[in-house]
T-cell receptor
Framework: GAGVSQSPRYKVTKRGQDVALRCDPI?????LYWYRQALGQGPEFLTY????????KSGLPNDRFSAERPEGSISTLTIQRTEQRDSAMYRC??????????FGPGTRLTVL | QKEVEQNSGPLSVPEGAIASLNCTYS??????FFWYRQYSGKSPELIMF????GDKEDGRFTAQLNKASQYVSLLIRDSQPSDSATYLC??????????????FGKGTHLIIQP
């Protein structure tokens, strides 16, 4: 079966632009997670959803970051007014609602 | 503040030997513990999880958990060059909403020498 997919795989944008990163979880997975991973570091938790409900957004760095999952499947992470410090790999993971999270390939964001 | 600590390495182990990877965590409320393997340029891949004190074996991998010492480890027996990767330790705490996001360590870079 298909795994977690993310698009785009690479995104280059200019400082000040808004970007939207998409995650399509494994079919039937209830929970969806967003992480950010800097080079040489482990993934850093941003936010997660159970179905369409956002359960925890404590990891979002500031109010420029937001996420939604309106129909309980595909999710979008939006970063407004991007800054160079936002450059990182953004990873999405999904799970059946238990602990085992399966990661997608990530979106490499570069802010110039 | 939840913290997960790992030695970043690199840890160099001869082929065929046992690789031992260690992790400590700060929050006594942590309930679930995970080891992910991440090859360079790839996404993390779950290889083991453990919930209870003691050992859990899966093929060449053994996870060990000691909640009193807030310590979790991963042993890889008969190490192969293909085991060379970064190994990420992660912990989870349940909230009222179910399984929370994971808190990861920085990872240990393991090199298996042929």
């Amino acid at each position: 079966g298909a795994g977690v997919s993310q698009s785009p795989r690479y995104k280059v944008t200019k400082r000040g632009q808004d970007v939207a990163l998409r995650c399509d979880p494994i079919s039937g997975h209830v929970s969806l997670y967003w992480y950010r991973q800097a080079l040489g570091q482990g993934p850093e938790f941003l936010t997660y959803f159970n179905y369409e409900a956002q359960q925890d957004k404590s990891g979002l760095p500031n109010d420029r970051f937001s996420a939604e999952r309106p129909e309980g499947s595909i999710s979008t992470l939006t970063i407004q007014r991007t800054e160079q410090r936002d450059s990182a790999m953004y990873r999405c993971a999904s799970s059946l609602g238990g602990d085992e999270q399966f990661f997608g390939p990530g979106t490499r964001l570069t802010v110039l | 503040q939840k913290e997960v600590e790992q030695n970043s390495g690199p840890l160099s182990v001869p082929e065929g030997a046992i690789a031992s990877l260690n992790c400590t965590y700060s929050d006594r409320g942590s309930q679930s513990f995970f080891w992910y393997r991440q090859y360079s340029g790839k996404s993390p891949e779950l290889i083991m999880f453990i919930y209870s004190n003691g050992d859990k074996e899966d093929g060449r991998f053994t996870a060990q958990l000691n909640k009193a010492s807030q310590y979790v480890s991963l042993l890889i027996r008969d190490s192969q060059p293909s085991d060379s990767a970064t190994y990420l330790c992660a912990v989870n705490i349940y909230s009222g909403g179910g399984a929370d996001g994971l808190t990861f360590g920085k990872g240990t870079h393991l090199i298996i020498q042929p």
